[in-house]
């Protein structure tokens, strides 16, 4: 069995979290000096690993194994959300490093090649996927030239330049040379921790439905107009949320989550009734056929409030994503690691927030790993992981790896 060492997992994990330390976490955004700094050792690191490692022209850094056959892609991404965790994408990385060394230096698998892969943006600083994109080729130069920072304004070809990487072919996906991809990552939720779990075995990466509502009543005089005769666009709007509300519980999935972001009023003023309301909805879901169910039920539950005829309601669809399923065959692999390694402390289940992996998915089988968040916390300073999940991890995925680079 490929033996990972705790230690050298433990001190790169270390290591990547003094690059934009910030409290206990980091302040790592993509293409930042510290963000820079760190791909730039973590490409050393995978030299010594004996991959050969290059930065492409979009930040994406891949070491490719020397090993023959086909082989494993693994990998995450480095940068960090603003002020945030320290193992978020970081884990991803180091695990996929680890499984290559730690493949590499046993008799019994150093024949297997593992490829390592360390995104650009996942976190969304310059724009959505733009790493795992560019390596499936979903990528134009043209999304790139008009890509900015959305917190600095700085154009990402000017950050490119700034790094000295302007201008680099950009890494492209050669299917043929992988049989799998596989991510680790933080859970983000506290779903392991509650079930006192200690790995999740991801079944799919949900799809995220989003949709505005638009209520169109009648301005008017909040003093002088009757309760009975007044047409207010704000409460046909929190009427509306508080019927969906109250009938999602009945029909969605066991994990399905839904959101209103945003609710404003027009005019939006203490006097006046607003005349036109609007809103922002989400849902997530890994189902396709919960998907439907419930958009076909927001569809009914506003045709259900224009019969009241008080306000006009409006449903436009904003964006309706595929959810990306796992590869039932790794994702055997991975549970039969956990089982070995952590007998009856491993469970499936979908990931509800987005992942390199999902964009993968459309090349390759995929698969993806969870370890618990202390809290369920991340994307925030306080993020940790305990150091005894960090190295169990390790190793269920390391050994999940080799089992399906052997099969
Ligand atoms: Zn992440």
Same mark, same amino acid.
């Given at each position: 069995m490929a033996n990972i060492k705790p230690q050298r997992v433990l001190s790169d994990l270390r290591t990547l979290a003094t690059f934009g330390s910030y409290k206990s976490g980091v302040h790592r955004p993509t293409l930042s000096a510290s963000d820079i700094a760190a791909r730039q050792w973590f490409a050393a690191r995978m030299r010594e690993a004996g991959l050969d490692?290059?930065?492409?022209?979009?930040?994406?850094?891949?070491?490719?194994?020397?090993?023959?056959?086909?082989?494993?892609?693994?990998?995450?991404?480095l940068e960090s959300q603003n002020h945030a965790g320290w193992l978020d994408g970081a884990l991803g990385c180091v695990y996929a490093l680890e499984a290559a060394r730690a493949i590499s230096e046993d008799a019994a698998t150093q024949h297997l090649?593992?490829? *390592?892969?360390?995104?650009?943006?996942?976190?969304?600083?310059? !724009? %959505?996927?733009?790493?795992?994109?560019?390596?499936?080729? #979903? =990528?134009?130069?043209?999304?790139?030239?008009?890509?900015?920072?959305?917190?600095?304004?700085?154009?990402?070809?000017?950050?490119?330049?700034?790094?000295?990487?302007?201008?680099?072919?950009?890494?492209?996906i050669d299917p043929s040379r992988y049989v799998a991809f596989f991510e680790a990552h933080i859970e983000q939720g506290d779903t392991l921790e509650t079930e006192q779990l200690r790995i999740g075995v991801v079944t799919a990466i949900v799809a995220i439905w989003q949709y505005g509502f638009t209520v169109?009543?009648?301005?008017?005089?909040?003093?002088?107009?009757?309760?009975?005769?007044?047409?207010?666009?704000?409460?046909?709007?929190?009427?509306l949320l508080s019927a969906i509300d109250k009938?999602?519980?009945?029909?969605?999935?066991?994990?399905? *989550?839904?959101?209103?972001?945003?609710?404003?009023?027009?005019? !939006? %003023?203490?006097?006046?009734?607003?005349?036109?309301?609007? #809103? =922002?909805?989400?849902?997530?879901?890994?189902?396709?056929?919960?998907?439907?169910?419930?958009?076909?039920e927001l569809f009914r539950l506003v045709d259900e409030a224009n019969a009241a005829r008080r306000c006009e309601l409006a449903i436009n669809v904003i964006s309706q994503s595929t959810p990306?399923?796992?590869?039932?065959?790794?994702?055997?692999?991975?549970?039969?690691?956990?089982?070995?390694?952590?007998?009856?402390?491993?469970?499936?289940?979908?990931s509800g927030a987005g992942h390199d992996a999902q964009w993968?998915?459309?090349?390759?089988?995929?698969?993806?790993?969870?370890?618990?968040?202390?809290?369920?916390?991340?994307?925030h300073w306080s993020e940790n992981t305990a150091d005894e999940d960090i190295v169990l991890g390790a190793q269920v995925f390391t050994d999940a790896i080799a089992d399906a680079l052997k099969g």
């Amino acid at each position: 069995m490929a033996n990972i060492k705790p230690q050298r997992v433990l001190s790169d994990l270390r290591t990547l979290a003094t690059f934009g330390s910030y409290k206990s976490g980091v302040h790592r955004p993509t293409l930042s000096a510290s963000d820079i700094a760190a791909r730039q050792w973590f490409a050393a690191r995978m030299r010594e690993a004996g991959l050969d490692a290059e930065i492409d022209g979009i930040a994406n850094l891949l070491g490719k194994s020397r090993a023959s056959g086909r082989k494993a892609l693994s990998g995450s991404h480095l940068e960090s959300q603003n002020h945030a965790g320290w193992l978020d994408g970081a884990l991803g990385c180091v695990y996929a490093l680890e499984a290559a060394r730690a493949i590499s230096e046993d008799a019994a698998t150093q024949h297997l090649g593992v490829d *390592v892969v360390v995104f650009c943006d996942e976190e969304g600083h310059f !724009g %959505s996927f733009l790493g795992s994109r560019s390596f499936i080729g #979903s =990528l134009e130069e043209s999304e790139i030239d008009g890509a900015s920072d959305r917190a600095t304004g700085i154009s990402m070809r000017q950050s490119l330049a700034a790094a000295d990487w302007a201008g680099r072919p950009r890494h492209l996906i050669d299917p043929s040379r992988y049989v799998a991809f596989f991510e680790a990552h933080i859970e983000q939720g506290d779903t392991l921790e509650t079930e006192q779990l200690r790995i999740g075995v991801v079944t799919a990466i949900v799809a995220i439905w989003q949709y505005g509502f638009t209520v169109t009543g009648e301005q008017n005089h909040a003093g002088t107009t009757s309760m009975t005769r007044r047409r207010d666009a704000g409460l046909a709007l929190v009427r509306l949320l508080s019927a969906i509300d109250k009938r999602f519980p009945e029909i969605c999935g066991p994990r399905t *989550v839904w959101t209103t972001g945003r609710i404003t009023l027009d005019p !939006g %003023s203490h006097s006046i009734i607003p005349g036109r309301a609007e #809103s =922002l909805f989400q849902l997530r879901d890994a189902d396709p056929t919960v998907l439907d169910r419930l958009h076909a039920e927001l569809f009914r539950l506003v045709d259900e409030a224009n019969a009241a005829r008080r306000c006009e309601l409006a449903i436009n669809v904003i964006s309706q994503s595929t959810p990306a399923r796992m590869d039932e065959r790794l994702m055997q692999a991975l549970d039969a690691s956990a089982q070995r390694h952590a007998p009856g402390k491993h469970i499936r289940m979908p990931s509800g927030a987005g992942h390199d992996a999902q964009w993968l998915a459309r090349k390759l089988p995929a698969a993806m790993m969870f370890v618990p968040s202390i809290g369920g916390i991340s994307h925030h300073w306080s993020e940790n992981t305990a150091d005894e999940d960090i190295v169990l991890g390790a190793q269920v995925f390391t050994d999940a790896i080799a089992d399906a680079l052997k099969g």
